[in-house]
């Protein structure tokens, strides 16, 4: 059984910093892709940043050159280190994994539970 777990999440006060991680638990091969989604209530999760396989990654106009994604394969995990954080910041972060259980076989995507963030003006 898969399960992906966030931590991190807190409170923090504007211009500060945290780093949010993202442990798999399970028998996987490896992580194939992985994404940080942010919510706030009353909307749709927002995708705001990703790592594929070969370490390429993306990230949404809001975050990006504040937020790094990363990921550790052999510990199983990811991580998404937030810096210059704003109140607009301020939501439920979830990890998204596509994992791969066996060598050659097909990636499975999981969500995590979500972590919450909330930024102090």
């Known amino acids: 059984q898969v399960q992906l777990v966030e931590s991190g999440g807190g409170l923090v006060q504007t211009g500060g910093s945290r780093r949010l991680s993202c442990t798999i638990s399970?028998?996987?091969?490896?992580?194939?892709?992985l994404a940080w989604y942010s919510q706030t209530p009353g909307k749709q999760r927002e995708l705001i940043a990703t790592i594929s396989s070969d370490d390429s990654t993306e990230y949404s106009d809001s975050v990006k050159g504040r937020f790094t994604i990363s990921r550790n394969d052999a510990e199983k995990s990811g991580g998404l280190q937030m810096n210059k954080l704003t109140p607009d910041d301020t939501a439920k972060y979830y990890c998204?994994?596509?994992?791969?259980?066996?060598?050659?076989?097909?990636?499975?995507?999981?969500w995590g539970q979500g972590t919450q963030v909330t930024v102090s003006s």
């Open positions: 998204y994994a596509k994992v791969q259980i066996r060598n050659g076989g097909l990636s499975y995507g999981y």
């Open positions: 399970g028998n996987i091969f490896r992580i194939t892709h």
